[in-house]
């Protein structure tokens, strides 16, 4: 991986509080590690894994800003949903603020948290890495790791399928990508543990 790289880390701390920022960069670590093992540029996903989370902390109302700014599609849910405006946001900072145009890097930024059919490897990477990362201790979270070490698309269906439950669980509301993701990844599905 580019040294120069690291400077990101160090961007990111001001804006973050210990935990995030620990999160961020165990983020980053694992998707280095998935970059590794399925022949991802690796720069390119450490890049959009340690800067997922840039807007995480920003204040509610920038966020909400910043996403209907961002030239990307929101889907309704999305606004309705606080928990969901800063991949979005983080992607119109990382474009409009550190100047970083490559689609791949802002596509994994945008939607490391809900998904879409079709990702690249870079995204996958950043939405799966997101979700197993080392502090990461959630019941079955060792399959997961597993799971996704294994196999990105088959991860991708786990992953999703998990996450779906988990919010319905909760009576909340699934954006329209997150659906679309679940049902394309489907086709990767693998026997499972889980």
Known sequence: MNGELKKYEELIKPMMGAKRYRHSVNVAEMAVTLAKK????????????????????????????????????????????????????????????????????????RFHTVGRAGMSVTEKIVFLADTV??????????????????????????????????????????PMCTLEAYNYYSKFKKESVL
């Open 38 to 109: 399925f022949g991802c540029d690796e720069d390119k996903a450490y890049t959009a894994a340690i800067l997922h989370d840039c807007r995480k902390e920003t204040a509610p109302d920038l966020m909400l800003k910043e996403a209907k700014e961002s030239g990307f599609y929101v889907d309704p849910v999305e606004i309705d949903c606080p928990k969901l405006w800063h991949g979005i946001a983080g992607a119109y900072y990382v474009r409009n603020v550190l100047k970083i145009t490559d689609d791949d890097i802002l596509n994994a930024i």
């Open 133 to 174: 990362s080392a502090e990461r201790d959630f019941e079955d979270v060792e399959k997961y790791r597993k799971i996704v070490l294994d196999d990105l698309d088959n991860g991708m269906f786990m992953v999703l399928r998990w996450s779906i439950t988990k919010t319905v669980g909760k009576m909340g509301s699934i």
